[in-house]
């Protein structure tokens, strides 16, 4: 039974704060079309008339740091989450004068887009009509300022604010989001706008490397991930993305990967397990580094090799090129895989029910789905044990009774701190 979708309590008191606090504050992107498209949000983004400052000030008592240069918005923390919080802005002016001379940039590129405005303003400024749609969670109030966002949503189309080929040149990094909607909701583009990602999909190699970055890693989290990787290809877009990926598409290893990848994208749509980005980086390294190093078929594990975390950094960084991932999530994703020689060597028991290697286990899980097949029912598995709490040395005593039960809470595992 799907559960109905619902707005976050806390986000529905930020909105409040600032609100009560004299300004405009709604949330836009991907959470107003999830929760319009009955999926849970997850990663809500904020939109305010408050400036930095003001948001600031408002939640002086919260821990909030302004970032950015070429977009300066507000992250504020909570609980481990950050919360985007941007100030509407208007469309920026023609910006020829900040090109650098020397790059072949397309003519209307963006360089700058800081110059705050009204929320009809920052809706019209915006990529995709059914990417802004405000809604305000207080008085329970959609504003959709294009007219057009709720009837794209309900038509399932793609649709481009403005002329379509002007928004790609302004900004590259369109493309890559108007493919990544038709993957992740199986929507279609309007025609215009298709032309439009067709004839600038070149324009790709002009948007900066952090920025491609950032959107891989949304990529490898989303639940829909390997629907959007098969969309990039289809539109020949891949080569540009993920060159590596795209010149092994058609071989067994590529066709294992999705089916890796599909199986865990499942998995977490079911609530079975977290949105890992190193995890996902482990499976899609997993089929080329089985290739290369076993010689044999993906699915077959490889036997221990000298210098096997090195061979793997590098098939790692092959695979996912030119992207380039945080350090921790490579390491993350380098661990798991080492782990295999654990499945080869039959402890493989030992590692289904040891707490210390959660990706380990899952990646076990999810190959066992898609190729080995060796349990019939996952329930069979034996369940981690749980993690034993580190003791940490030099404490006081005060210190752990008074903090103990607190965080024992908040790891669900009371019962076993007593
Ligand atoms: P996701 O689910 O991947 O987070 P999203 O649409 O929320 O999807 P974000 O990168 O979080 O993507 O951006 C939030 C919103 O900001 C978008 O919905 C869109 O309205 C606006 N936006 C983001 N990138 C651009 C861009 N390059 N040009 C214009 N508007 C953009
Ligand atoms: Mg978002």
Redesign the pocket.
Known sequence: MQLQPKIAPYITEIISRLQNAGYEAYI???AVRDFLLNRQPK?Y?LSTSATPEQIKKVFRDRHVLIIGKRFRLVHLHHRGEIIEISTFRKRPPDQTELRRPGKQAPEHMIFQDNEFGTAEEDAW???FTI??IFYDPVNDKIVDYTGMGMKDLAEKTVRSIGDPVLRFEE?P??IL?ALKLVGQYEFAMEPGTENAVRQCLGFIVHASASRMTLELE?ILKNPYGHRILETFRRYGFLKLFLPFVDSRWETPACSYMMKLLEERNRRIQEGKYRDSISLAMSIMTLPFAEEEISGRAPGQLWEYVPELPVRLHEILLRVLQPGMPTRRAVAAAIRTLLLQDRVKTLQIKKLLSHPGYPHARELAIIQNHVMWKFWRYEEQLPAPEPRRKKRRRGRLRTDRSSGGSESAEAAGTSDLTA
Do not use: F, L, M, P
């Open positions: 836009v992107g991907g990663d983004d400024r915006r990529d990417n802004a900004d990094v369109r989001r949304k």
